[in-house]
């Protein structure tokens, strides 16, 4: 599938909602690149547990933050097994369960929160010379100055599709699940989802895994020889 160009430094944004195909498509490119691979989503998702098993209320932001800033996060970053702990327990599992998932806008629109996490994820895009990172601020926010910025969308119905197979659930439940986190996430005052000016859409309704991951080598290969 043509040569692979892996410059000595870079950092890939992949920005976008859930369902566009970001994880498995960072994954891979991350391991073409033979770099590493860091879930931002995974970040707020660990988080989010650790709220949740701290039993508190949801609605209280300044709860959220202080479990948050307390939290002992581990982020693994190797795109085969990107293992997550929280507070010592293994949480690879739970966080991708329907609590997490019910409570992590909530917690991920929290200002302090965020700004704790970003700081985070910018000291290790710092440690790695080849890193892909996904999720919906990092073009604007965590790394403005990647050399590659690409915003994945494809169509609500193919992204329910998606989702739905990732975790055996029903396919319309699935789409208004996502319809509602992608208004919550889009509408949040800090650091909603959006397109990054300079992010390079492409709409993976109707490709493999296989032709983005292709798509996004080429753009990378042309940003960093220009
Ligand atoms: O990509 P995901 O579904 O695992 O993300 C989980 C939640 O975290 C989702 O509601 C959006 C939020 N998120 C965010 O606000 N900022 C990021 N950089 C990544 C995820």
């Known amino acids: 599938m ?32 033979d770099g590493v691979y860091l879930d931002t989503g995974a970040m707020y ?3 989010t547990w650790a709220v949740l098993e701290a039993g508190g209320d949801l609605s209280d932001p300044d709860f959220i933050a202080k479990v948050a800033l307390e939290a002992e996060l581990t982020v693994g970053t190797d795109p085969r097994a990107p293992h997550f702990r929280a507070n010592g327990v293994d949480v690879d599992a739970a966080i991708r369960g329907p609590e997490v998932t019910g409570a992590v806008s909530a917690v991920a629109a929290v200002p302090a929160v965020r700004r704790h996490l970003v700081g985070q994820q910018q000291a290790i895009i ?17 790394a403005p100055d990647a050399e590659l910025k690409v915003y994945l969308t494809a169509s609500p119905e193919a992204r329910a599709q998606r989702r739905s197979k990732e975790d055996a659930a029903d396919v319309t439940a699935t789409q208004a699940d996502l319809e509602r986190r992608d208004k919550l ?9 959006r397109q990054a000016g300079d992010a390079i859409e492409v709409d993976t309704t109707g490709m493999s895994i296989d032709e983005v991951v292709v798509r996004l080598r080429e753009l990378l290969s042309s940003k960093v020889q220009a």
Do not use: F, Y
């Open 126 to 142: 710092a440690r790695h010379p080849r890193i892909v990172v996904e999720g919906r601020d990092i073009a604007s926010v965590v």
């Open 45 to 47: 998702r660990a988080v």
């Open 185 to 193: 996430d889009s509408s949040r005052t800090a650091d909603p989802l």
């Open 2 to 33: 043509g040569e692979v160009v892996r410059p000595e430094r870079c950092v890939v944004a992949v920005d976008g909602p859930s369902g566009s195909g970001k994880s498995t498509v960072s994954r891979r490119l991350a391991m073409d690149l």
